[in-house]
Nanobody
Framework: QVQLVESGGGVVQPGGSSTLSCTASGNIVSIHRMTWYRRAPGTMRVLVAAITSTGGTYYLDSVKGRFTISRDIAKNTALLQMNDLKQEDTAIYYC????????????????WGEGIQVTVSS
């Protein structure tokens, strides 16, 4: 069974920085894409940043230039460096491992972390 564990987050002042980490564990052969989503109160979950196994990245327009996603493929870890945080970045952030191949299991699956709260407040 694959598990995704997120860490980081907490309360950050506007203009501050924070780094989220996501580590996938289990009998993982490969992960195609690791992605951070977020869900603010009363809204739907949206994709914030993604990185593929070849290093391609995607960012939500509102975080471009402020957030950076990176990945350590050997450690099955993805980081989200968040700078110049704004109150509108307040949300629960979720890590996703897309098209994950697991030893002894046919095909691939998506896996999710439980989510971690990021609150931007003075």
């Amino acid at each position: 069974q694959v598990q995704l564990v997120e860490s980081g987050g907490g309360v950050v002042q506007p203009g501050g920085s924070s780094t989220l980490s996501c580590t996938a564990s289990g009998n993982i052969v490969s992960i195609h894409r690791m992605t951070w989503y977020r869900r603010a109160p009363g809204t739907m979950r949206v994709l914030v940043a993604a990185i593929t196994s070849t290093g391609g990245t995607y960012y939500l327009d509102s975080v471009k230039g402020r957030f950076t996603i990176s990945r350590d493929i050997a450690k099955n870890t993805a980081l989200l460096q968040m700078n110049d945080l704004k109150q509108e970045d307040t949300a629960i952030y979720y890590c996703n491992a897309d098209k994950t191949v697991v030893r002894g299991k046919r095909g691939d699956d998506d896996y999710w972390g439980e989510g971690i709260q990021v609150t931007v407040s003075s």
